[in-house]
């Protein structure tokens, strides 16, 4: 099976843009997740989609938002960007209590 | 609330050494426990995870875990590490019941000298 991926890899935005990012889990898994990874504050749960209802939600601000289609694609979105947001987010899929993560997006805001 | 946490930010070792990595959970229920390593300019990979059952369990690469429940802790082990191993380490924690939401330690930067 194809692992999870993620597009696109590599992003560069300025502040006060709002970027999407993409996540296509392992065939057959129906839980998505999300999280954000930064050298100081390591990885961070941001949101869980189960059969495109959010199950789960981390301690980030609204301006982080997800949604996951009906074939278990998710998206993430980040409005009004803050220099802070730079971080790789991570995208994990799971069928049972196993996550597979994908090679993640590097996001850079400047 | 779940938390993880690793004793070590950064180790070195020299090759053939052997390598133990503390981890401690704190939390009261069941929990699914994982090691994930990090290879250089790689993503995320499972090296282990236990849900029940035999408390020692083994990994891919040579390394093995043990899960003391009374210590809430599960320690990461390999005989003898290689070059190769040089990594971040992650311990990760969920509640049973809810796989899809994973605690994470800080990571553990594994450097072995050839």
Same mark, same amino acid.
């Given at each position: ?48 989609? =189960? ?8 301690? =980030? ?7 996951? =289609? ?41 | 609330?779940? @938390? ?21 959970? @704190? ?24 849900? @029940? ?26 005989? @003898? ?34």
């Amino acid at each position: 099976k194809a692992g999870v991926t993620q597009t696109p890899r590599y992003l560069i935005k300025t502040r006060g843009q709002q970027v999407t990012l993409s996540c296509s889990p392992i065939s057959g898994h129906r839980s998505v997740s999300w999280y954000q990874q930064t050298p100081g504050q390591g990885l961070q749960f941001l949101f869980e989609y =189960f059969s495109e209802t959010q199950r789960n939600k981390g301690n =980030f601000p609204g301006r982080f938002s997800g949604r996951q =289609f009906s074939n278990s694609r998710s998206e993430m979105n980040v409005s009004t960007l803050e220099l802070g947001d730079s971080a790789l987010y991570l995208c994990a899929s799971s069928q049972g209590e196993t996550q597979y993560f994908g090679p993640g997006t590097r996001l850079l805001v400047l | 609330a779940q @938390s993880v946490s690793q004793h070590n930010h950064h180790v070195i070792l020299s090759e053939a050494a052997s390598l133990e990595l503390g981890c401690n959970y @704190s939390y009261g229920g069941t929990v699914n426990l994982f090691w994930y390593v990090q290879y250089p300019g790689q993503h995320l990979q499972l090296l282990l995870k236990y849900f @029940s059952g035999d408390p020692l369990v083994k990994g891919i690469k040579g390394f093995e875990a043990e899960f003391i429940k009374s210590k809430f802790s599960f320690n990461l082990r390999k005989p @003898s590490v290689q070059w190769s191993d040089t990594a971040e380490y992650f311990c990760a924690v969920n509640a049973g019941h809810n796989a899809g939401k994973s605690t994470f330690g800080d990571g553990t930067t594994l450097t072995v000298k050839p």
